[in-house]
């Protein structure tokens, strides 16, 4: 690299700056680590005997730089200039290059046994390694493909790798992907606008995770109880159903019942109660304490197994929780964004939450983005420095959402689940009712109940075999849900995987 030593009468620093720049974009090529003046195969030595001013396409004959001596730039230059350096030794690859060449060689086992090393034991993974997903189908590294009916636990409601949300994240991602709320974005308020006229809501607290989405909704519920409802300081208390699942965090397992969430992990969160899923009897003696502040509850239970509540149980929480001033918080994270046959599954029985808590599909599967949605009342409880996150909003998240809800809507997804989970819990209750005795669901978001003994990890094994993963839960229960994408084709092709695995082992195959 040369910099000129010389400077013009009057030249200041900054001009010896900008002259020294344009020297250098004149005297290197593209591509070519060489200086132009010393010729072809010699670098340029940055001496000042060494004199840049030639130009290299000058022709002798005529030449009156001072610097050619009649014999060209070459010539001229051959004493002055250091020979050419040697190109530099191969370079060996580094870790991403590495991965890239395994990508197509390792094996299944091979990815199992190296999770199963080095990563904490803290999954039971059906046995299948994937490295690609389109639409509903994904592929195992051995080029296996498989119908998807588990969809990430209902976050790749869009179809795997959805091109139009790809898209949308790539363009921002080249753009501005993180400014923090330290700064205003330009992406965030036309999500948030975005969000306002699809839910009514008229304000949306950005977070990127489900459960820091319940974490948020508790957090406001508790501020809204001591500011507005006159809750004693410190003795708030939010209520929540029995078999609810909103993430592992300490928060979340404080409400658990179930003992592998919660088993070790005490002591819990202060001011937590339960009362029986499905229940208003039990539902409406826990609100009747004044310093209830909140009612957290799933409109369908999906770890639990799919469990969906009697008709008007959603209508009776929204008339015992305004009885009691109570805020009812309607965790929407797995049954929202069209997976039931409906934007969001309290629309079943036309009910509004006082809060919403949504996520998984609201970015397609492909980037962590969480919201809670809440009007004014509630939302404004919280002042600056109470609560965010540093990449909850963030540009990129906004726009990935922004894509994941226009294809939710221009797709016609909410639809299609309705009618494709009808036709799937259709083909699957002709199942003989002792070896399949329920058949539960809506929309999309369905599961099965496994009779005669037959073990539901076994049945998933096989039909992975089959081409179809799913995933048990509580021991007997499968639950299906495929991406909306599916068509009615890849529903009775899943029918016949489904019906063909199951009834192997009642023939004994």
Known sequence: MFWSSTASVGEGRGDRQI????????QRLPGDGRSPACGSGTVHDPSPSCDPSCDPSCDPASCTCGACDGRGPAAAFKDRCAPAQP??????????SLAGSMAS??????????????????????????????????WDVEGKRYLDFLSAYSAVNQGHCNPKILAAMTEQASKLTLCSRAFYSDALGEYQQMMHGLFGYERLLP???????????????????????????????????????????????????????????GPFMPGFGLVPYDDLQALEAALKDPNVCAFMVEPIQGEAGVVVPSDGYLRGVRALCTKYNVLWIADEVQTGLGRTGRLLAVHHEDARPDIVILGKALSGGVYPVSAVLADDDVMLCVKPGQHGSTYGGNPLACRVATAALRVLLDDKLTENAERMGQLLRDELSTLPKDVVPVVRGRGLLNAIVIGKGIDAWQVCLRLRDNGLLAKPTHGDIIRLAPPLVISEAQIRDAVNIIKTTIMSFVDGK
């Open 19 to 26: 002259r020294a720049v344009k020297m250098l974009r004149l």
């Open 87 to 96: 190109p530099p030794p191969p370079r060996r690859p580094g870790p991403k």
């Open 105 to 138: 060689t390792i094996t299944s086992q091979q990815v199992f046994d190296r999770e199963d090393k080095y990563g904490a034991h803290n999954y039971h993974s059906l046995p299948v390694a994937l490295c690609r997903g389109e639409g509903v189908y994904v």
């Open 207 to 265: 977070m990127n995770t489900g459960v820091e989405g319940g974490e948020t909704a508790c957090k406001l519920a508790r501020r809204w109880g001591y500011d507005k409802k006159g809750i004693p300081d410190g003795q708030a208390k939010i209520v929540f159903a029995e078999g609810n699942f909103w993430g592992r965090t300490l928060a979340a397992v404080s409400s658990s019942t179930d003992p592998d969430s919660y088993g070790g992990f």
